[in-house]
């Protein structure tokens, strides 16, 4: 898929922030994007309406039966699937020490359980008809330990072996890819920890979420010769 343009892209999580810039830079290529969400009904109908009237899609990801009806509904309305983009995700800062199995499984039925059970679906509709590419939004935190975000980034980096182990699985058929952002602030730029990460950054600045698209769009359009590779878009944060 060297080229975008009819093909037909499922983005997850992307009413709001770097899910939204994915989708609008896929419409932008020429690609038909499946928005899905959540709970941000009104911003997807705001981020489909931009990408030129796409269709959105309603699911809680938590549930392996919601990911099954997503996904029915989406070759329903398409009639077929060229691409995945596992962009949905819940962050948050807990210390180790108190961490409960329910915040644990928080994190981890969406990070981790909801992108297998994604990539899964998309692998059986997409096999079958010869080729397709999928995309795993991971995390600078599968890449760097941090600490009060241990069950975050046992998550994330879950995502990126996970993402290695299926691309082997589904070779040569599909490509499976996963980029792991760096600081990607929507207003938050000034918080303490945010600001202390762009700092340290060598590039001294956030990243944005075109920069995101950007890498995505790279994998979705690259020979599938190019598999089971995390790309960090961090400017170079991972490397300090
Ligand atoms: N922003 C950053 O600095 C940064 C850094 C590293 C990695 N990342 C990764 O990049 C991706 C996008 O980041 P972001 O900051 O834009 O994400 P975000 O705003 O925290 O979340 C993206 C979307 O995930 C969806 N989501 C959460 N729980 C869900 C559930 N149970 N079922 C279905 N959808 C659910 C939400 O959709 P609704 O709003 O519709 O509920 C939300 O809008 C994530 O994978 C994140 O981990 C981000």
């Known amino acids: ?18 899910g939204r810039a994915i989708a609008l830079a896929l419409a932008k290529r020429g690609a038909r994007v499946a928005i899905h969400y959540s709970a941000s009904r009104a911003e997807a109908e705001a981020t489909a309406a931009e990408c030129g009237a796409a269709p959105i899609f309603a699911a809680n990801l938590e549930s392996v039966a919601e990911i099954e009806r997503l996904f029915a509904e989406v070759h329903r309305h398409f009639g077929r699937l060229d691409g995945l983009v596992n962009n949905a995700a819940r962050f948050t800062k807990l210390d180790p020490l108190t961490i409960t199995e329910a915040d644990w499984d928080f994190i981890h039925d969406v990070n981790l359980k909801a992108v297998f059970f994604c990539c899964q679906q998309a692998a059986r509709l997409m096999l079958p008809a010869g080729g397709g ?20 980034c046992a998550s994330k980096a879950g995502v990126a072996h996970l993402t290695r182990a299926l691309a082997v699985a589904w070779a040569p ?68």
Do not use: C
């Not at 898929?1 to 770097?18: F, H, Q, S």
């Open 173 to 240: 058929t599909l490509s499976v890819n996963s980029i792991a952002p760096g600081v990607i602030p929507f207003g938050e730029e000034n918080e303490p920890g945010v600001k202390a990460l762009i700092d340290k950054s060598p590039a001294r600045r956030p990243g944005t979420g075109d920069e995101i698209a950007e890498g995505v769009i790279h994998f979705l359009t690259a020979s599938r010769f190019t598999t089971g590779q995390v790309l960090a878009v961090d400017g170079g944060l991972s490397l300090v």
């Open 1 to 18: 898929m060297t080229d975008l343009d009819g093909r037909v892209i499922l983005v997850t999580g992307a009413a709001k922030r770097i």
């Open 133 to 152: 590419r999928i995309v795993n939004i991971s995390s600078g935190g599968a890449l760097r330990p941090w600490p009060y975000h241990a069950h975050y």
